[in-house]
């Protein structure tokens, strides 16, 4: 199986962690979440990091960030390797909720899951849709479809 470890502007991190965990109650040790303060230095953030990575063994992890670019991003590139720890950024619930459901394939097949289910949990629901449209009363004044 693949460690998920989530690193996160706080309290994104721990809340995501506890969405999985909520579709996914068994997956508690599968997942670890590490929220970045606003006030803390990067150097110890990265130590803890390093400490939860270590908490999987050996076992292959994928790493998840939030924003591209950012300090959790920034740390979380620094605990890659390319052969037993990859990342994938710009988390999302739907994204998470995917790896962990596929957690026993590769890792690589785990970052193209991840990215497809981030991807394909945005959705638009369409506004024509019968269940978006609005009802209109009988006494609409702006109802202008009547004969005349």
């Known amino acids: 199986m693949i460690g998920v470890l989530v690193i996160a502007h706080a309290p994104l991190a721990s809340a995501l962690r506890a969405g999985a965990l909520h579709v ?75 790896v962990v459901n596929y957690r026993h394939e590769s890792l690589d097949a785990l970052v193209s899951r991840a990215m497809a289910g981030g991807t394909q949990g945005i959705i638009s629901p369409a506004a024509t849709a019968p269940q978006n449209q609005m009802r209109r009363s009988h006494h609409d004044q702006n109802h202008h479809d009547h004969q005349q």
């Open 24 to 98: 996914f109650p068994d997956a508690a040790s599968a997942i670890m979440a590490l929220d970045v303060q606003p006030n803390d230095a990067p150097e110890d953030t990265y130590e803890q990091a390093r400490t939860l990575l270590h908490r999987f063994g050996t076992q292959p992890v994928l790493v998840m960030a939030d924003i591209f670019g950012a300090t959790p991003c920034n740390i979380a590139q620094r605990l890659t390797d390319g052969h037993q720890v990859r990342l994938v950024t710009g988390i999302n619930l739907p994204m998470l909720v995917r």
